[in-house]
């Protein structure tokens, strides 16, 4: 413990080994302000104050929370002394296009950083970038809001109408509420490169090639070390989770039993997508391959002209695109007959989604980028005509929503509103677990719910809960704290 005027700080570490926890827990006294720092080593973590009415409540204060994290294996340290997680940035390289025409883009977003991590549903679209920003926008390329995560976003998966942040600093946080919140905590030795979440159990593949189960509770299920390394394919469904690394892609029974079946693709799997039947594996020596969910047949090839960062397809593949490392863009039919290869105008396509004749690109520039994919405009374009884009500018005003890292930094009702939940915070075997009071619920359900402000006896009200097929519910819009 360090003091000095009236100060003092004690900086403890978990860091087991095997893939265990790899945090640090600091706690400053400043006369009647106790401030705790936490997070991952190496990272500047997550900070909450609190100010007592008199200088030895705080000591106490801040003694009994050392006194909680020693109990629970923290150990005095020497900040920096330990390395911090490692983390892997994809290396890209982006050549110009060599396609004869542009694309057709309506409106492009720069997030102001390279952007791996897109989502588009009905109402939205999410883009994530590698400085930490998420922004919703419409589909007119109107921005709706902003996020604030610690570290950079390495994707976005949607489970159901719930959407994820997968970060660098080891957390997946839930965005599907007013503030976002940390649904899950990976081990500091996955060196993450890409999630998947369904049904609420998270999949995670590394640069080592493990593949990582977690279930909705934060509480670890199997790993496997798959035959290859470089994962950057993950996808799931109920009859398998789809692993693609630098040998291939292989298929594994959902509860870790076994190897359903491995695959061998041409080249280094670099990105996947999947539909009800099939996964398609976009390879570094310049093919999409389409496999059969139930055997790993290779069922049909697309050929691009380099490396495949990343790929897509319409509803059931009936077309399949595709974006290479040229900032070129593809579209082929369900066979594999390329229909048009048109430039992005901006870089490659890191991550794609298509809906409703748009496809949606985040790009190596950091853009969020709107092409209009059907028959007429790309037709058009191949002739040399296309729209002027519109540059979607960012409104300053606009805020930005941070994690709640505290109970305080909750809002707060006397009353539950009529038509919300009641929600109440327990200690269960050693953890605080959450538990619906409001009747109508099934009773021995738990809710995914922020860990930051988990308090024993306190009582939270939430908009909506939603049941998930692993038996426990999900938080649905704002949680304010019950007085």
């Not at 982006?94 to 950083?113: D, E, I, Y």
């Not at 109408?161 to 965005?175: E, H, K, N, T």
């Not at 994962?231 to 190897?259: I, K, N, Q």
């Not at 048009?340 to 870089?347: A, F, H, M, P, V």
């Amino acid at each position: 413990m360090a003091a000095g005027s009236g100060v003092s700080t004690t900086y403890l570490e978990l860091s087991q080994d095997g893939g265990g926890a790899h945090k640090f827990y600091e706690v400053r006294v400043d006369g009647l302000t106790v401030m705790v720092r936490y997070g991952r080593i190496g990272a500047a973590g997550q900070t909450q104050r609190t100010t007592f009415a008199t200088e030895g409540k705080a000591k106490a204060a801040a003694a009994k929370k050392v006194g909680e994290k020693v109990r629970k294996g923290y150990a005095p340290a020497v900040r920096g002394q330990r390395a911090p997680r490692a983390v892997t940035r994809r290396s890209v390289a982006s050549a110009p296009s060599t396609a004869r025409a542009v694309a057709p883009v309506l409106w492009r977003f720069r997030t102001g950083s390279s952007a791996f991590g897109i989502h588009v549903d009905d109402e939205r679209c999410w883009v994530g970038n590698q400085a930490g920003d998420v922004y919703t926008l419409d589909h007119d390329g109107g921005v709706l809001a902003r996020f604030g995560l610690p570290d950079g976003v390495k994707c976005l998966v949607a489970d159901d109408f719930w959407i994820y942040a997968g970060c660098d600093d080891g957390r997946v946080y839930d965005l599907s509420s007013k503030l976002p919140f940390a649904a899950y905590d990976i081990a500091a030795d996955v060196d993450i490169f890409w999630l998947d979440i369904h049904e609420g159990v998270l999949n995670v593949s590394d640069r080592a090639g493990q593949l990582t189960v977690i279930d909705h509770e934060d509480e670890h299920q199997w790993a496997r070390r798959s035959r290859g390394e470089h994962a950057w394919l993950v996808r799931a469904d109920e009859r398998a989770v789809y692993h693609g690394h630098h040998r291939g892609v292989t298929a594994y029974a959902p509860d870790g039993s076994g190897e359903l079946w491995h695959t061998a693709t041409r080249g280094g799997v670099l990105f996947g997508w999947q539909e009800d039947d099939a996964v398609y594996a976009g390879t570094a020596h310049h093919a999409v391959q389409r496999l059969s969910k139930t055997t790993g047949a290779i069922e049909a090839t697309y050929p691009c002209d380099s490396a495949v960062y990343s790929c897509a397809t319409s509803p059931g593949g009936r077309f399949v695109f595709a974006g290479d490392s040229q900032s070129s863009v593809y579209c082929f039919d369900r066979d594999g007959a390329r229909l048009w290869k048109l430039g992005t105008g901006g870089g490659s396509a890191l991550s794609m989604q298509y809906r409703d004749e748009r496809l949606y690109l985040v790009t190596t520039d950091g853009s969020l980028v709107c092409v209009d994919a059907s028959e007429a405009a790309v037709s058009a374009a191949e002739q040399g005509t296309v729209p002027v884009a519109r540059d979607v500018k960012l409104d300053a005003a606009l805020p930005t929503y941070a994690p709640a890292t505290a109970v305080a930094a909750v809002d707060t009702v006397a009353h539950a509103p009529a038509g919300t939940v009641v929600v109440e915070c327990v200690r269960d075997s050693g953890r605080v677990r959450v538990h619906v009071v409001s009747e109508g619920y099934h009773p021995s359900w738990n809710v995914q719910f922020p860990r930051a402000i988990r308090e024993p006896g306190a009582r939270y009200v939430v908009d909506a809960l939603h049941a998930a097929a692993g038996g426990f519910y999900r938080v649905r819009g704002e949680i304010r704290r019950l007085l």
